[in-house]
């Protein structure tokens, strides 16, 4: 009997150590000399970047975080990143409630236009990020069309958005949007109809079907669209470098700046891990809402 | 358990057989190499200017007289790999190793050369090198090939402006004259942006100074900068919606559709652009004065472990030719690197008053990428 779990072990073991590997050779190991890099550590697998890289933060002995002091205390880098912050809280907000609304509405009225609706919502999941950049640059931009109409009724002082971080935020919720519907779409069919009308029939209202039955088996989608959207406003690049002003902008436009035009790889590398971190945070909350919720399903204790 | 062994035994026979067949094929491939045909690896970065002027006319013009050299040519466009390329090189010539890449023509090349990855000219087996106007080698040490020249001129609309600004003071009056109507890309997006506000910032320098900055890396002295970063931090409220669009093309563009009337723009670009019509007609071209705008020659490199050098020198050689050069100009609208005694007479009457030689020098490229960081802290 022991030999046997023994075994078993082993071999769970070996299927896993493939996996395992190709992480640990090809996200472990350069996550790590990054990491030493931008303490400092220029030798080893850093020689090459530290041959050409500029203006760099060298530790003779142990480490130094005087890269991470001086993009911290630098006022434009400071400014880029509350502006990330703010668009990646803002777009996870509306992504969230648009794709709650068009599921729930979808799940609760079937009808032509409901169909219609959500099949429309999923079509910026087809067209390339960058060609959607541009055209919502070109849409809302100084001859776009609002501002064309607008222009034509006699209403002359409609905004430009092109070059805004505004423009900037409705391009991040148009390319998000998708993910969120099909999300939220698929686990609000995954509540049987049997539970609802059951609600139904005891007398519940509508706002409370959805409040005590479909919100509480909604919880997981939830935090899934929110977490995956958060990560990837936080490190998008497309959108704000195509429609965004020159200053403040996002990092994933000011991190390409650093890396390539000011020749600052670790520079580059420390905006990176700042980005990294924010996103280890949403993502310890999606780790949370998943163990939360195995818990309650009783599958781990 | 008989049945296991035997499939074993399959998938390790077919694997050997798969082994053998790689082998075989890259024996023939080997053998078929040495008897036939050099293939060299050309890596091109730039716009799509760059690209049809390699692919479309040059390589097929070179290959047609070389029967034995085949040109393989590796793009990036806008330079999106060019930093990956430069560690790719650094790292082969450190090891001694071949870097995949032969000949180079980007904006790297001049790093390349500046940190010695380069062959050094004074190697390069190929006569028409030795044509090339000396000034022209000393900004990269003496170890890249200059090929063809570009220069950064002012765009403006004839249907707006009818007497453009003559000199950078000028230039400067006119903006605040006519608030929103024009703009620069952001210097670290493309270089015709990066020249005006080197222009205006050179302005500014003394002259020794100045000259410190085009010859190596002096960041001691980037305290001289503030004066002309502060000049064009008051042009804020003056361009085009206080935005510094990214990329030479957005001018272009913003250009094209009347909403600015007068940038700065790469004289090969906006020239292709009004042949093709992607600029209305009503654009001119002029260069300013004191200063004038920067421009440059573009540099082919051959990194020190190049394969084949005999053959890349070959085509570098072809590439100076006169006819060669003849199509630059025309494909590209660029500048001769060869001296125009060398060219034919319509080309010189066409060139008689600027050559790649007498091209305004930008800085020493880590002082640019200094410099666009520092545009970036203090303009927008």
Known sequence: MRRRELRERVQGLLMVLPPIGVIAVFIGFPLGAAIAYTLGKTGGPNSVVSLIAQRQHVAHHGVTIDAYREMLSNPTVREDLWATVWITLVTLVVVVAASWAIALYLRLSNTWLARAVSSLSVVPLFIPVVIASYSIFVFW????????????????????????????????????????????????????????????????????????ILWPMNVIPTVIVATFTGIYVLGSFTVPYLTGPTQPNMLGPTMSNFFASFNQPQQAEVLAMIVFVLAIGIGAIYVWANVRASKRAGQIS | ??????????????????????????????????????????????????????????????????????????????????????????????????????????????????????QPVSKATSPNIKLVPKALLTPVKGKAIPYRGSSVVLAY?????????????????????????????????????????????????????????????????????????????????????????????????????GEIWVAPVWSDQALTALKSGALPKTVKLTQIASPSFTGGAAYLGVPKTARHKAEVYKFVNYVLSPAAQTQIIDVMSGFPALPLKYLPQAIQNQFADVSANTLRRGYSSKMQSDFKAAWQQQVP
């Not at chain 2, 990036?76 to 190793?97: F, P, W, Y």
């Not at chain 2, 600004?165 to 006119?174: M, S």
Request: with cysteine.
């Open chain 1, 141 to 212: 931009g100084p001859d776009g069309l609002f501002r064309t109409i607008a222009f034509r009724i006699g209403f002359h002082g409609f905004p430009s958005l092109g070059y805004t971080l505004t423009c900037v935020l409705l391009g991040e919720i148009w390319v998000n949007i998708p993910f969120g519907v099909l999300m939220m779409s698929s686990g609000l069919n995954g509540v049987p109809d049997a539970l609802i009308e059951a609600g139904r029939d005891s007398g519940a209202s509508m706002p409370r079907v959805v409040r005590s």
């Open chain 2, 157 to 257: 609309n004839t249907a707006h402006v009818q007497s453009p600004p003559k000199t950078l003071t000028g230039l400067i009056q006119w903006i605040r004259a006519n608030p929103g109507k024009f703009t620069y890309n952001s210097p670290n997006t493309g270089g015709s942006g990066y020249s005006f506000a080197e222009t205006v910032v050179d302005s500014t320098l003394p002259q020794d100074v100045h000259n410190q900055m085009i010859e190596g890396y002096t960041p001691q002295l980037e305290s001289n900068w503030k004066q002309g970063l502060d000049l064009l931090h008051s042009l804020n409220g003056s361009v085009y919606q206080g935005v510094y669009p990214n990329g030479n093309q957005a001018v272009l563009d913003l250009l094209a559709k």
């Open chain 2, 1 to 118: 358990m008989k049945r296991k062994l035997s499939a074993m035994f399959g998938i390790a026979l077919l694997a050997a057989v798969a082994a053998i067949a790689a082998l075989a094929t890259g024996s023939n491939a080997a053998t078929k190499h040495a008897a036939k045909s050099v293939t060299i690896n050309l890596y091109a970065s730039g716009d799509v200017n760059v690209q049809s002027l390699w692919q479309d006319h040059l390589i097929p013009g070179f290959e047609k007289k070389n029967p034995g050299i085949k040109v393989k040519f590796i793009f990036s466009e806008h330079g999106q790999n060019d930093t990956t390329t430069l560690a790719r090189i650094g790292a082969a010539v450190k090891q001694r190793k071949w870097p995949g890449v032969d000949l180079v023509d980007a904006g790297i090349v001049t790093t390349l050369a500046i940190d010695g990855l380069d």
